[in-house]
């Protein structure tokens, strides 16, 4: 077993990211701040991306922004992180809130060509088409961002309206936007969707026309008041594959006129496939993990590309083996179901003692992944393992049990650790979350 975790064969290696200007914003910050490391950050994100030029980075630590942003071109905006982080891996998007509010007055975001937004609560936008966000002729992409109480005055989108534009949206939700007519507006527009969940919002889920050329993979679309999707026009090429629709009052799906309302009827179409309806089974309203029983697990479509997010919104691995059979299949919505889960206690100080827990289920093993360094491939069928192998230590682990480490004494203030484990069982098993953390 572990011979074939370490075969070379087995490990699809992804690229490192390039070194790129970093800007810091920090709500809590001083004023008078350059941007140029935490202790000196912006406190405002309209200074930190009035900074950025094309190629630069912009890291917002957690806490709330008001008014209007605008993502200049090039630029890729970060949220989710801690001061002091200084991996993107050490930040927590599900917990760690960067929150940009556009106070009930304003368009929230502006995304400029080539620019990224990722890691953000976007909220309380009101615009006359697109009150969470506009994309206007450029190529953009969103991921993991939560969109919620956007609305649109007049025009199309409460939470985007996409005009022209290749927009990319991964990993992100959508949840009580209210919208004249719908949530997501793309007009002659393309892109790709992808592990996307549009629940619980007053309008149409998502609306596509004019030539649009969306492909939607691994997408929620339910509770939504108006229809889940809607094709417009005869020049619209969609691609509609393994996505959720369920209990969306018009209809599942409105196809130039007609009002499908069986999932028999979407995937008669001929761009669509393997698209299921049944309740999804979040664990509670705006929570979109999902419970053991959901009909989302291990139903999705592997995905590879550049618009493919690596983990998914709660930092597990994206494509996992969820139900240890022995075949890692990827899950449709924000959540990939995981049943195991890496958790650690304790202040990671030189000489000191800290506890490593793998709390899982069905298991017969444990092994730990210590390392100095992230990473990112994938083994087949256990997901994606974050840790750096060569120089990496691998130990067996209990499981469901504490476990306790020494820090090293010559560890420094500032030594980087990276954690994962793998629990197995007869048939497979499961790569668990990462955990990033440096020595205090």
């Known amino acids: 077993m572990f011979r074939r975790l370490l075969t070379p064969l087995a490990l699809l290696v992804l690229s490192a990211p390039s070194i790129a200007q970093t800007i810091y914003v920090d709500a809590n910050a001083k004023t008078g701040g350059d941007g140029k490391t935490w202790a000196t950050a912006y406190n405002t994100v309209q200074a930190g991306l009035g900074a950025a030029s094309s190629g630069a980075r912009v890291w917002v630590a957690m806490g709330t922004y008001n008014g209007g942003f605008t993502v200049p071109a090039g630029v890729t905006a970060t949220g989710g992180f801690h001061n002091g982080d200084f991996r993107e891996t050490q930040r927590d998007v599900a917990t760690v809130k960067s929150i940009l509010d556009g106070g009930a007055g304003q368009r929230v975001v502006r995304l400029m060509h080539n620019s990224k937004l990722d890691g953000f609560v976007v909220r309380n936008g009101t615009a006359a088409g697109g009150g969470g966000l506009r994309a206007d002729n450029v190529t953009a992409s969103i991921c993991n961002c939560f969109f919620t109480n956007n609305k649109n005055t007049s025009g199309r989108g409460a939470a985007i309206y996409a005009e022209k534009a290749t927009l990319n949206?991964?990993?992100?939700?959508?949840?009580?936007?209210?919208?004249?007519?719908?949530?997501?507006?793309?007009?002659?527009?393309?892109?790709?969707?992808?592990?996307?969940?549009?629940?619980?919002?007053?309008?149409?889920?998502?609306?596509?026309?004019?030539?649009?050329?969306?492909?939607?993979?691994?997408?929620?679309?339910?509770?939504?008041?108006?229809?889940?999707?809607?094709?417009?026009?005869?020049?619209?090429?969609?691609?509609?594959?393994?996505?959720?629709?369920?209990?969306?009052?018009?209809?599942?799906?409105?196809?130039?006129g007609t009002e499908l309302r069986t999932i028999a009827a979407v995937n008669n179409?001929?761009?669509a496939k393997n698209n299921i309806s049944a309740d999804p089974k979040f664990v509670s309203p705006g929570n979109f993990r999902t419970m053991s029983s959901s009909p989302l697990i291990d139903k999705g479509q592997n995905m590879v590309g550049p618009t493919f997010a690596w983990r998914d919104y709660w930092d597990n691995s994206r494509i996992l083996d969820s139900d240890l059979n022995g075949s890692m299949v990827t899950d449709i919505g924000t959540y990939e179901a995981n049943n195991a889960r890496v958790?650690?206690?304790?202040?990671?100080?030189?000489?000191?003692?800290?506890?490593?827990?793998?709390?899982?289920?069905?298991?017969?093993?444990?092994?730990?992944?210590?390392?100095?360094?992230?990473?990112?491939?994938?083994?087949?069928?256990?997901?994606?393992?974050?840790?750096?192998?060569?120089?990496?230590?691998?130990?067996?682990?209990?499981?469901?049990?504490?476990?306790?480490?020494?820090?090293?004494?010559?560890?420094?203030?500032?030594?980087?650790?990276?954690?994962?484990?793998?629990?197995l069982n007869a048939t497979g098993g499961n790569m668990t979350n990462l955990v990033d953390m440096r020595i205090k």
């Open 343 to 423: 958790h650690i206690a304790g202040i990671p100080k030189p000489n000191a003692q800290i506890n490593v827990r793998i709390d899982t289920s069905a298991t017969v093993a444990g092994v730990m992944l210590l390392g100095v360094t992230p990473t990112r491939f994938l083994i087949d069928p256990y997901g994606y393992v974050f840790v750096s192998i060569p120089g990496a230590v691998i130990l067996p682990w209990p499981v469901n049990a504490n476990g306790f480490l020494t820090i090293p004494k010559t560890f420094q203030a500032g030594t980087a650790l990276v954690w994962q484990g793998l629990v």
């Open 169 to 256: 949206i991964s990993n992100s939700a959508f949840y009580k936007n209210i919208g004249i007519g719908h949530v997501i507006e793309y007009e002659t527009s393309g892109g790709t969707l992808d592990h996307v969940v549009v629940h619980d919002n007053v309008s149409n889920g998502f609306h596509f026309s004019s030539g649009s050329t969306p492909k939607i993979y691994n997408s929620v679309f339910s509770l939504n008041t108006g229809r889940g999707i809607c094709h417009i026009n005869a020049n619209d090429a969609p691609i509609v594959e393994n996505n959720l629709l369920w209990g969306n009052k018009v209809s599942l799906y409105h196809y130039r």
């Open 269 to 271: 179409l001929l761009y």
